[in-house]
């Protein structure tokens, strides 16, 4: 057979994670009523300050961590801009985008061509050799284990913790939670750093682990494509999951076929994680009641508290 | 503590004076993060801002490259800026650029070896037509389904890149070229080049073009019905629907005229300084046109000064990286910094600082 289903489920997984993670925590900054296209920015930035502490220190897992603290670091400056200085949340994600791409690509330079310290598999590999199951549940590192419980723990502080109603609230009525007393920016803050961690431990998990090397621009678009997970998903965290292991299959389904050489033209494969995200937004947003009614309400606007 | 007012109107003052400040500050900002690369700030600065234009020794160089650079950049960013006006996101420009120098380029090419003084004129019109259709489809996708712009254009980018290799690499190849990657080389061949129209100057069609889209732009933003609307269309959504503003045919009209632009920049970019579809002629305008367009406050005579100041910051980066071994990443770095300096500033046009707690009311 061409292309063996159980180790495409199991590579899928694998390619799926930086963009779930990254898409889970733009997520949670969507639903706190934030718009930051800065993601791609934040991943990239990730990437490089992860592969530069593994490369120095000898530790993945510093470099993971690490790469969540830049991610963080590079979403407060959006977080200034936006919500202390009511900047366009619009033109300052696009402006964290490109300065993330260029002060990654600054201090990866000398980062060229080396090979990061390896990420070991969390369970034995005696569990991975058990048929079928051994490679889809047991064959992966530790990361890829956080990311699906990252999604249950955002799923249960989201629905069922008084947090989750706060921020929730401060997403659908600033003006509202405000009059509450409700400390708009600061939870908006708050939840625009655990977006830059996020998004900057699925750069640092591209350039550790899927890749595993430096390259520049080496996100690709990841970014961007989960921005439009989080549409596909409604902004509900189980689906964003569900999303990013349909477009993970999709993406781990077309490198086997240019691998395999089966006459479809190397650019429209290339092209499909793209071209597929593009038909999915259609998909989703015809549906004029659905989308509307899932966004957050204050999603993109900006709140000044007068008096 | 710190706490802002708003402004009954915007002040016209801080309007103007905001880009300036915003690039005193990155220049400083800009001068600590040479710092930090072991550079000597006050000389990348200099090489970067001053050197360009005013050192014997490069000045003939560089000050072509000055009109050059900008020409692409101003032609994307007019085009942009209607949009941003609109609240109408194209962020792929990019896209478009690279899909008009291959729609244009290949009308030459077909043509090719024929040295018919319309063929130049009609790989314009192609370009520009392949820039527009590559635009249609956020436009036609927001338009009809809702669907947000600004992932489905940026989206396009990647296809518009994965086109470029197939075009440089298989159909669009040059057939003499000895299997190397790229086409036959536009700029070269009579009939299908862009000229230096002035020598010494850098001043090409799509110079030209780019300041007839600055005086059209200033035109159809003043004393135009369309440009009226667009402006209303951004600042009050609400009252644009009620005074009869069709959002549809806003979203045609500014995704169409910035696609068609930033075309027809890609074009007048493969068959001049470039030369030729190659995989990556491409070097970001389409992304730096952003910049530009906020930079010059989305006027069209403010990304007139914009544009030749981020050409500037290209060619002192090239600059910088030659004479002083600056690495050619931190200029893009440094033009991300401006744009966030320049929003971060956009605060005071807005609303008035007041220092010291609420009087209570």
Same mark, same amino acid.
């Given at each position: 057979?061409?292309?063996?289903?159980?180790?495409?489920?199991?590579?899928?997984?694998?390619?799926?994670?930086?963009i779930?993670?990254?898409?889970?925590?733009?997520?949670?900054?969507?639903k706190?009523?934030?718009?930051?296209l800065?993601v791609?920015?934040?991943?990239?930035?990730?990437?490089?300050? @992860?592969?530069m502490?593994?490369?120095?220190?000898?530790?993945?897992?510093?470099?993971?961590?690490?790469?969540?603290?830049? @991610?963080?670091?590079?979403?407060?400056i959006?977080?200034?801009?936006?919500?202390?200085l009511?900047?366009?949340?619009?033109?300052?994600?696009?402006?964290?985008?490109?300065?993330?791409?260029?002060?990654a690509?600054?201090?990866g330079?000398?980062?060229?061509?080396?090979?990061p310290?390896?990420?070991?598999?969390?369970?034995?590999?005696?569990?991975?050799?058990?048929?079928?199951?051994?490679?889809?549940?047991?064959?992966?590192?530790?990361?890829?284990?956080?990311?699906?419980?990252?999604?249950?723990?955002?799923?249960? +502080?989201?629905?069922?913790? *008084?947090?989750? /109603?706060?921020?929730?609230a401060?997403?659908?009525s600033?003006?509202?939670?405000?009059?509450?007393?409700?400390?708009?920016?600061?939870? *908006?803050?708050?939840?625009?750093?655990?977006?830059?961690?996020?998004?900057?431990?699925?750069?640092?998990?591209?350039?550790l682990?899927?890749?595993?090397?430096?390259?520049?621009?080496?996100?690709?678009?990841? @970014?961007?494509?989960?921005?439009?997970?989080?549409?596909?998903?409604?902004?509900?965290?189980? *689906?964003?999951?569900?999303?990013?292991?349909?477009?993970?299959?999709?993406?781990?389904?077309? /490198? *086997?076929?240019?691998?395999?050489? +089966?006459?479809?033209?190397?650019?429209?494969?290339?092209?499909?994680?793209?071209l597929?995200?593009?038909?999915?937004? +259609?998909?989703?947003?015809?549906?004029?009641?659905?989308?509307?009614?899932?966004?957050?309400?204050?999603?993109?606007?900006?709140?000044?508290?007068?008096? | 503590?710190?706490?802002?007012?708003?402004?009954?109107?915007?002040?016209?003052?801080?309007?103007?004076?905001?880009?300036?400040?915003?690039? %005193?500050?990155?220049?400083?900002?800009?001068?600590?993060?040479f710092?930090?690369?072991?550079?000597?700030?006050?000389?990348?600065?200099?090489?970067?801002?001053?050197?360009?234009?005013?050192?014997?020794? %490069?000045?003939? #160089?560089?000050? $072509?490259?000055l009109?050059?650079?900008?020409?692409?950049?101003?032609?994307?960013?007019?085009?942009?800026?209607?949009? %941003?006006?609109?609240g109408?996101?194209?962020?792929?420009?990019?896209?478009?650029?690279?899909?008009?120098?291959?729609?244009?380029?290949?009308?030459g090419?077909?043509? #090719?070896?024929?040295?018919?003084?319309?063929?130049?004129?009609?790989?314009?019109?192609?370009g520009?037509?392949?820039?527009w259709?590559?635009?249609?489809? $956020?436009?036609?996708?927001?338009?009809?389904?809702?669907? !947000?712009?600004?992932?489905?254009?940026?989206?396009?980018v #990647?296809v518009?890149?994965?086109?470029?290799?197939?075009?440089?690499?298989?159909?669009?190849?040059?057939?003499e070229?000895?299997?190397? $990657?790229g086409?036959?080389?536009?700029?070269?061949?009579?009939?299908?080049?862009?000229?230096?129209?002035?020598?010494?100057?850098?001043?090409?069609?799509?110079?030209?073009?780019?300041?007839?889209?600055?005086?059209?732009?200033?035109?159809?933003?003043n004393?135009?019905?369309?440009?009226?609307?667009?402006?209303?269309?951004?600042?009050?959504?609400?009252?644009?629907?009620?005074?009869?503003?069709?959002?549809?045919?806003?979203?045609?009209?500014?995704?169409?005229?910035?696609?068609?632009?930033?075309?027809?920049?890609?074009?007048?970019?493969?068959?001049? $300084?470039?030369g &030729?579809?190659?995989?990556d002629? !491409?070097?970001?305008?389409?992304?730096?046109?952003?910049?530009?367009?906020?930079?010059g406050?989305?006027?069209?005579?403010?990304?007139?000064?914009?544009?030749?100041?981020?050409?500037?910051?290209y060619?002192?980066?090239?600059?910088?990286?030659?004479?002083?071994?600056?690495?050619a990443?931190?200029? &893009?770095?440094? &033009?991300?910094?401006?744009?966030?300096?320049?929003?971060?500033?956009?605060?005071?046009?807005? #609303?008035?600082?007041?220092?010291?707690?609420?009087?209570?009311?």
């Open positions: 057979m061409l292309i063996d289903p159980v180790t495409l489920i199991a590579a899928l997984i694998g390619a799926s994670t930086p779930l993670l990254a898409a889970i925590g733009e997520l949670v900054v969507e706190s009523g934030v718009l930051n800065g791609e920015g934040m991943m990239i930035i990730g990437a490089v300050f @992860g592969f502490v593994a490369v120095n220190t000898g530790s993945p897992t510093l470099g993971f961590i690490m790469g969540a603290v830049g @991610g963080a670091g590079l979403s407060l959006f977080g200034v801009l936006t919500q202390i009511l900047s366009n949340q619009v033109a300052t994600g696009l402006a964290l985008t490109l300065f993330g791409l260029g002060l690509a600054l201090l330079e000398p980062y060229a061509g080396i090979n310290p390896l990420t070991g598999n969390l369970f034995p590999s005696t569990m991975a050799d058990i048929p079928v199951v051994g490679p889809i549940f047991f064959s992966h590192d530790i990361i890829v284990y956080l990311s699906v419980l990252l999604v249950a723990a955002v799923w249960s +502080v989201l629905t069922k913790t *008084r947090a989750g /109603l706060i921020l929730r401060v997403g659908e600033h003006d509202a939670a405000h009059a509450l007393g409700y400390k708009v920016v600061r939870i *908006r803050l708050m939840a625009i750093a655990f977006g830059g961690a996020c998004a900057g431990l699925g750069g640092a998990y591209l350039s682990v899927r890749v595993p090397s430096w390259t520049e621009g080496m996100t690709a678009g990841a @970014g961007w494509i989960a921005l439009a997970l989080v549409v596909f998903a409604s902004w509900k965290p189980w *689906r964003a999951l569900i999303g990013a292991y349909l477009f993970g299959g999709i993406a781990a389904l077309q /490198l *086997r076929l240019q691998a395999a050489e +089966v006459g479809v033209p190397v650019a429209l494969l290339d092209a499909s994680p793209y597929i995200t593009i038909l999915v937004l +259609v998909l989703i947003s015809s549906d004029r009641t659905r989308a509307a009614l899932n966004a957050p309400a204050a999603l993109g606007k900006v709140f000044h508290a007068s008096g | 503590m710190m706490r802002l007012e708003k402004r009954p109107t915007p002040s016209r003052a801080w309007i103007a004076g905001a880009p300036v400040l915003a690039v %005193f500050l990155t220049m400083v900002a800009g001068g600590i993060m710092a930090a690369l072991g550079q000597a700030p006050l000389e990348a600065i200099r090489t970067i801002f001053w050197d360009p234009l005013f050192s014997e020794t %490069f000045a003939s #160089y560089s000050r $072509p490259q009109l050059l650079k900008a020409g692409p950049l101003i032609l994307i960013a007019i085009g942009l800026s209607l949009g %941003f006006r609109a109408i996101w194209n962020i792929g420009a990019e896209g478009q650029y690279i899909m008009g120098a291959i729609c244009g380029a290949a009308f090419l077909a043509l #090719y070896p024929s040295e018919n003084p319309l063929i130049f004129p009609g790989m314009i019109v192609a520009a037509l392949g820039g259709a590559w635009a249609m489809i $956020p436009a036609v996708l927001r338009a009809r389904f809702r669907t !947000n712009e600004i992932l489905v254009s940026l989206l396009l #990647y518009a890149e994965a086109i470029l290799a197939s075009a440089a690499t298989n159909w669009l190849r040059n057939p070229g000895s299997g190397f $990657p086409s036959r080389n536009l700029s070269r061949h009579p009939g299908t080049d862009n000229p230096e129209l002035i020598a010494g100057t850098g001043m090409h069609w799509g110079v030209v073009a780019a300041f007839i889209a600055v005086i059209l732009g200033y035109i159809l933003l004393r135009h019905i369309l440009g009226y609307q667009i402006k209303l269309a951004g600042q009050a959504p609400r009252a644009a629907r009620f005074a009869g503003v069709n959002p549809g045919r806003l979203i045609f009209l500014c995704l169409g005229v910035s696609g068609a632009l930033a075309g027809m920049a890609g074009l007048f970019e493969v068959a001049g $300084p470039a &030729q579809i190659s995989i002629f !491409n070097v970001g305008y389409g992304f730096t046109a952003i910049i530009v367009a906020f930079l406050r989305l006027h069209p005579v403010g990304i007139l000064f914009a544009g030749l100041l981020m050409a500037l910051t060619i002192g980066g090239e600059l910088a990286q030659l004479m002083m071994g600056v690495p990443p931190a200029i &893009q770095a440094f &033009q991300g910094m401006l744009l966030f300096f320049l929003l971060a500033l956009d605060v005071l046009a807005n #609303y008035r600082i007041k220092w010291g707690r609420e009087a209570a009311a």
